[in-house]
Every structure is written in C-alpha cells, then in structure tokens.
C-alpha cells in the first residue's frame, strides 16, 4: 500500500460520516489519530518527501477535528503515548520542525489542544510556549500569528476552568514572552490585540510577574483596547463568540492593578450583553462564583477609577447584581460567612429535606435548594425558571473536581473549609 493511502483510505473503507452508527464514525477517528501519530513518529526529517508527508498528515488530522467534539478530539490527541512519547511531543516537535506556514495544520491542533484546561500543564511542560515564542515575528503569516498568539493566551490564563491557579505563570514569563508580545499587541487583528492583552492582564494578575510586567510599559495596550476599539470590530463571533470557559476573564477581577480591572469588566460587559447572555449566562455565574465575582464587581462599582466604577455598574445591570441574594466568599480566598446556622450546618451532606443532588466525577452531594441558592448567586440563577436545571433533581458539574465542589458546598452550609 502506498503510505498516502493511510491518509486517504478507499470510500467503501470509510464510516460515513452522516452514518447512524455515530459510534463507528468516533472509532474510525479515534483509529486514524493514532496511526496519524504512530507514523509521524517514524519520519525522515531531512527526506524532503517525509517533510511533504508531515505537512499532509496535520492537514488530515486538522480535518478530523470537525468529524468529533473539539475537546474529545483535543483529549484523543493529548492521551496518546507510545515508547514515552505522547501526542503533545509529537505536536510541538512537528511546529519546531516545520514553522511557518508549514506547520499551520499542527499549531491549530495545538491550538486545541491548549484551550482544554486538562491538558494546559502539559502543554507548557513539552515546550509549546517556547515552539510558539520561536515563530513570533512581523512576517508571520496571519492565520499562524493567530493561532500563535491563542496559544500562548491559553497557557498563561492565571486559572483554568477547573478553578485551580497557572502553576507555570512565572515560567511563561522567563520564556521571553514579553519581547515577543508587542508583535501582537500592534497587530492589525482586532482578535490578535485582544487575545495578547488578555495574555498579558493575566500573567500581570501573578504576584510574582508584576513589577516586570509594570516595567514593561505594556498595560497601557489594555486600555487602549478597552477604550479605542470599535463596536463594529467587537461584534465579530471570532472574539467573543466561542469560548470553553472565561476564567481568563473572571480570574482577573481580584486584580488591583486599574487597568486589569478595565479590562476584564470591559470584555465580561461584552459576555453579559443581551445577544450573548443566553449561550454565556450560565457560564458566567459559575466562573464568577469561583473567584467571589459578584462581591468583587460591587466592590469595583465604589473605585475611584471612573472607568472602573462606570464599567462595574454596566456589569451589576446587565447580570442583574443586587443585594436580593447573600453573597458568600470563596473558600478559597475570603473569610468564612459567621452568620451560618448550626442547622444549616447539619444539614450538610444530609439526606434529609434534600431536593437536588450536585453531581461532580460521578459523585453525588446531597443539597437544598433553598440553602443552595440564598447564598451563591451561581445556584440562585441556575435554578431560576430560564435554566434546564431548574425542575431537574441532580446538577452537574463537569467542569470541577469532586474535592473543588465538595468544598464549596461544605462553605455554603458550614461557612468552613
């Protein structure tokens, strides 16, 4: 069999991808994604023909994105291991081999590969950041200086959807980034700007990466952004159309630099507005509720800053935030509520009286709603009437470990961790 077979096997050979059996299409991609990888594994990389053989295989790969859901695909590339080598290897080797626009196809893997917070560690800890950093430049092509650009947002967002902290923030910083960010930052691409800001707000909010960051002169592009940019460049879907989670966004709000502040309530504003707040509401209360958002964005509302406060109140009506719910603290980061009851205490992973279960890694905790939603705005619209979860007995919550939802509801019912 000629080796381009593998990438283009015969029709009768193929699941029809409009098929029933949806099952058998999933399979048959699975399958190619691993003989996809097993014979890049394999390739000459001085055989000029090898090379043309790389290129088409991340075209092939790129393809089988659109046969199955973007992070079931990320995650089958991710998982692959042979001889000690995992996909993530043999992506970033393949951009550090063929560049740009070569390796186009292989940075969009990445791509989605570094947008699932499961896989970001290991993303930075195989050296895409420093394969993406050595691609920066002002002739980099369009589509490969987006692609770049996302990539490295996604592994330096400051927490990931699963509400735990970047560990590798000050590492990303080390790589250069900073020298390579003003690239983007003047970028044509109002997409391009707004992603390295977002880059850039986020490894500000590191302790540790602040002064540098202050020194860098950069944060002004945040408010450049913030108050320059159009509201015909802002409404294309590519910007705010498409995210998995916005803890790139909602981790920013503890910040106390303004100009962090500005920008992460300017874009939660775009999130929050009438034409996106019915794909993004939920979304939102559940990642505000994990850095004590909707206590943050009153706290903004009083700043100093008249861009700050101005920003905070458009976001408290456009999320209809008012003092109708008490509002806890995170337990990760505030001081127990004292006001808890003992009862209330009591009825913490309680049967009794229980009518939902909330459900994380196929554990179940027993809750009331009542308890559930007094205290966390997050609960109290999700089972609002315009919610799926209103009338249904369990919740879940793909999005958390059961030890991270386990904590929350004992601090909702204990007020202690």
Not at 77 to 101: C, E, H, Q, W, Y
Not at 157 to 166: L, P, Q, T, Y
Not at 270 to 297: C, T
Not at 369 to 392: D, N, Q, T, W
Request: glycine residues 6%.
């Amino acid at each position: 069999m000629d080796e381009m077979d593998l990438l283009a096997p015969d029709d009768d050979e193929q699941p029809n991808a409009q098929a029933d059996d949806a099952a058998s299409v999933l399979e048959y991609v699975a399958e190619t994604i691993k003989l996809m990888l097993e014979r890049v594994m394999v390739l000459d990389p001085d055989d000029p023909e090898d090379t043309e053989l790389h290129i088409a295989i991340g075209a092939k790969l790129y393809d089988g994105m659109h046969l199955m859901e973007p992070e079931s695909f990320a995650d089958k590339i991710a998982r692959f291991n042979k001889n000690d080598k995992t996909g993530i290897d043999i992506v970033v080797s393949s951009i550090n081999k063929l560049g740009a626009p070569n390796g186009i196809f292989w940075l969009h893997i990445m791509w989605s590969i570094a947008a699932c917070w499961q896989h970001k560690g290991a993303c930075f800890d195989k050296g895409a950041v420093h394969a993406c950093i050595n691609l920066v430049s002002e002739a980099l092509g369009d589509e490969a200086t987006m692609a770049v650009a996302t990539i490295i947002q996604n592994l330096s967002e400051h927490i990931f959807n699963n509400a735990e902290r970047n560990p590798n923030q000050v590492k990303i910083l080390q790589t250069g980034v900073l020298t390579k960010l003003p690239v983007f930052l003047s970028s044509k691409s109002t997409f391009v700007r707004f992603i390295s800001c977002n880059t850039l707000a986020n490894l500000a909010v590191c302790d540790a990466n602040r002064q540098e960051i202050a020194e860098s002169g950069l944060l002004l592009h945040l408010i450049k952004f913030t108050r320059e940019t159009s509201v015909a460049d802002l409404s294309h879907d590519q910007i705010y159309g498409s995210w998995l989670g916005l803890g790139p966004h909602t981790g920013l709000l503890p910040s106390d630099i303004e100009e962090v502040q500005e920008f992460a309530l300017f874009n939660l504003c775009q999130f929050a507005d009438p034409k996106r707040k019915e794909k993004y509401e939920k979304m939102l209360w559940r990642d505000l509720s994990m850095v004590d958002g909707p206590v943050r964005i009153q706290d903004l509302a009083e700043s100093t800053n008249p861009h700050v406060a101005k920003l905070a109140q458009k976001l408290m009506s456009l999320l209809d935030i008012t003092p109708k719910y008490p509002v806890i603290r995170n337990p990760k980061s505030a001081t127990p509520n004292t006001s808890i009851s003992f009862a209330d205490a009591a009825l913490f992973g309680n049967d009794q009286f229980s009518d939902v279960r909330v459900v994380a890694e196929g554990k179940e905790i027993p809750a009331h709603r009542v308890i559930l939603a007094s205290r966390c705005p997050f609960f109290a619209g999700m089972f609002s009437s315009g919610f799926h979860e209103a009338g249904k007995g369990a919740v879940e919550l793909p999005e958390l470990s059961y030890e991270t939802l386990h904590a929350v509801i004992k601090f909702i019912y204990t007020g202690k961790v």
